[in-house]
DNA sequence: AGCGTGCCCAACCGATGGTTGTGGCTCGCC
DNA sequence: GGCGAGCCACAACCATCGGTTGGGCACGCT
């Protein structure tokens, strides 16, 4: 089926004339009849009566119509994603069910008229994904450089909002029963992060969290995906996990685990948005607003160290760059 | 742009791997590199980066992905809404903007995986509906038949539901003050309803409706469109007529006109599905039930004289048709 | 080094999709 | 009723496309 065919359908059933859609479409009144024929054809059905004045639809034509506008519409969505120059905007995450992918797609929900890309770069050096926002090919990224005196001039990073942890166990182990826990709590537990790129900043941000509270922290070996992690906490006494609160999608709740909240102090892993000092695409304004419009986190927060410094980039004070809309 | 290139591309981008996408296709592995390459030179950008095991999706790829997957469900519905044998569920309204529709869309919302394609016949002979619906071009249809002995034995006609009228009027007309009014206090006052056909169903309730309550209803003359009746409401100190309260989109609120409920009795307007005794569509039955849990109305009705006949056609109660869920 | 795998390129060929030119049909008008 | 206007379909022609087969290159594995 050729997309110009069902464009060609569509315009002429809202035209009631080939002719008339034709001279849209910059070819010949012949053409889109062959077009039509070609349909129809395909189909096996007659899309259109014709009559002396122009076309009509028939039943089978009325009910193409709307499924081919929808084919249309995904067309010239599917071109104005990737067009170069003025592309939909297009933000880079760590994983499609990651808390950034989470909370991109709460913000498409409510705007569902964006044209908004979420693309994964299969790279770990955050050097890659800052060339990346600098040469254009995306527009942000989900993503944190540790030590902000590597980042470029003109790109930026600011801080987007923090995601608690919480602990992840199975129900034999000793914690399964508590509503709550404070980090000092986990002492002596062993604790479980799988898949952690060395000396990446999720590996920096469980060094600095074991080394301030004391924590056993196995943030070594290759992960061999959710499934066989899930199944292991589902039945190990002993093993636990951390999960971001907001990472809903990743732990299905067929495995009887529970998720245990980390209070006095909230365990905070801060997302960053690295972007274009200048010229940022138009449409990444309204997401950083619909940042700043997250529910705040409480009082007492730890975070590891580069959260702590100045990242924002500019002289603006950041309750500017996170106003509410 | 080809939907079996946007297909091969989806495939591919899944399964990793041109060979494994053409074996599913059932075309060579050239063909699909050739069909990706199409793609890519139409879109102007690289979708896979080729590597020694396969292909992997570049940025571009995964913007597209989401995009293209759009596409080929819409070429897939649009394929099931008119494949002849095993179609979509198709029914027949008297038009896009009247209650019908409008509680069709209804349904579609809470049902949004139903194929239902709504169609407009485009002729006013009830006999040639009936026609239409033992012959399968039509599943159903919201027309009535006022005499129910020119149905044939193959096909029924069930009570759907009831639209009650409500007055609509500019705001210089003497009644356009009133919260609600009773049929008799129309009395006198010229109630204009345009492009009723002649004997058509609409005619004959206009009618009966005139002569039960000795009231002066224009029903002749042709229609001019809705904009057009629309200004000569608003215009006019005189002129009211009759809108079903369900149709919602007929008439936007920018003319300052007033909708007038009609109580004791409330004016009913009755609508039916015509459909074929045996065999009716699968997802009929659905829109039947929903059809049945819509508010009914209150005690005093006024009906025309076809619907307070039997007309179910079969030997169940009503409310075994119209059952909630 | 040799082999398997997976992709691209080349050559070939029938089908496709565009064009121009023409003919048939219906409708409105004189 | 004859006639022109408008609109669509058909025919002929041609460039392009989209499929096939055959061959070659790059990469990883043993």
Known sequence: M?????????????????????????????????????LERELDVRLFTRTARGVELTLDGQALLPHARDIVTGVDRAITAIRPGSRALRIDVLGLRSAQAVVL???????????????????NDPRLVVTAVQAGDIDASFRSVTDPATLPRDV???????SPLELLVGPRHPLASARTLTPSQLRRHRIWVPGIAPR?????????????????IDAAGPHFGDEV????LADSADVA?????????IWPTNHDLRRIPIVNPTLAYPL???????????????????????APLPETVWRPSWATTAHDGDDRPRSDLHRRR
């Open 2 to 38: 050729d997309t110009e065919a069902v464009r060609s359908f569509v315009r002429a059933a809202e035209l009631g004339q080939l002719q008339h859609a034709a001279d849209e479409l910059g070819v010949t009144q012949q053409a889109v009849s062959k077009r039509i024929a070609a």
């Open 105 to 123: 797609h709460d913000y498409w929900r409510s705007h569902p008229e964006t044209d908004l890309d979420v693309v994964t770069l299969r790279v």
């Open 156 to 162: 930026q990073m600011i801080h987007a909002f923090d």
């Open 200 to 216: 990446s900043e999720w590996a920096e941000f469980y060094d600095q969290l074991a080394t301030d509270f004391d924590l056993r």
């Open 229 to 232: 992690l899930l199944d292991i």
């Open 241 to 249: 996990t951390l999960v971001g609160s907001r990472d809903r999608y």
């Open 272 to 294: 960053f948005l690295i972007l274009p000092r200048a010229n940022p695409h138009p449409g990444l304004r309204a997401v950083i607003n619909h940042l700043g419009s997250l």
